[in-house]
T-cell receptor, first 114, second 111 residues
Framework: DSGVTQTPKHLITATGQRVTLRCSPRSGDLSVYWYQQSLDQGLQFLIQYYNGEERAKGNILERFSAQQFPDLHSELNLSSLELGDSALYFC?????????????FGSGTRLTVV | KNEVEQSPQNLTAQEGEFITINCSYSVGISALHWLQQHPGGGIVSLFMLSSGKKKHGRLIATINIQEKHSSLHITASHPRDSAVYICAVIPWGGSQGNLIFGKGTKLSVKP
């Protein structure tokens, strides 16, 4: 157990639907990062939150949004789902937003859109 | 051309062999990560480097900032080392999480 908890582990849903992925960071970590891993694109950075505020955005589609709550857990919302959104979605956390601190990854949520 | 290139893409080794995985990048960076992803999908951060060399058990990671190159070495490889190894960089001026990933090297160690 890495200390970063992602739920659910697996999710199957239909095109056009909306889903919410949840991430609880390691205790004490203020930064949460979301990544998408697909077969064709590999791993891509989506978005980062630090202590409740959006800190950086990567290749996140407009249909996707995220937030970090006061208790520091984060949710990634994916809407109007398409077949191409099928991927592994990882969350990672770190103590601070600095290259001096390492990351801890969650075990991922496998999303299948049918 | 990808900003982070790894070689080889696939690697098969016999147990006990010394293994080297290479990573070259084309952007200025503040740090480089080596990650391990097991067949179950989970990702573990092995090393974060900004200069020099780090060692943890049988794993050694080196980086040459001038040459924009890093290597991951595994000594006395074991079947449990079978995994995908991913190099990722933090570009200069970027947020710590804004990683650019290589496509990974799939390592299979045979007993």
């Amino acid at each position: 157990d890495s200390g970063v908890t992602q739920t659910p582990k697996h999710l199957i849903t239909a095109t056009g639907q909306r889903v919410t992925l949840r991430c609880s960071p390691r205790s004490g970590d203020l930064s949460v990062y979301w990544y998408q891993q697909s077969l064709d694109q590999g791993l891509q950075f989506l978005i980062q939150y630090y202590n409740g505020e959006e800190r950086a955005k990567g290749n996140i589609l407009e249909r996707f949004s995220a937030q970090q709550f006061p208790d520091l857990h984060s949710e990634l919302n994916l809407s109007s789902l398409e077949l191409g959104d099928s991927a592994l979605y990882f969350c990672a956390s770190s103590l601070e937003d600095s290259p001096n601190y390492g990351y801890t990854f969650g075990s991922g949520t496998r999303l299948t859109v049918v | 051309k990808n900003e982070v290139e790894q070689s080889p893409q696939n690697l098969t080794a016999q147990e006990g062999e010394f293994i080297t995985i290479n990573c070259s990048y084309s952007v200025g960076i503040s740090a480089l990560h080596w990650l391990q992803q097991h067949p179950g999908g989970g990702i573990v951060s092995l090393f974060m480097l900004s200069s020099g060399k780090k060692k943890h058990g049988r794993l050694i990671a080196t980086i040459n900032i001038q040459e924009k190159h890093s290597s991951l070495h595994i000594t006395a490889s074991h079947p449990r080392d079978s995994a995908v190894y991913i190099c990722a960089v933090i570009p200069w001026g970027g947020s710590q999480g804004n990683l650019i990933f290589g496509k990974g090297t799939k390592l299979s160690v045979k007993p």
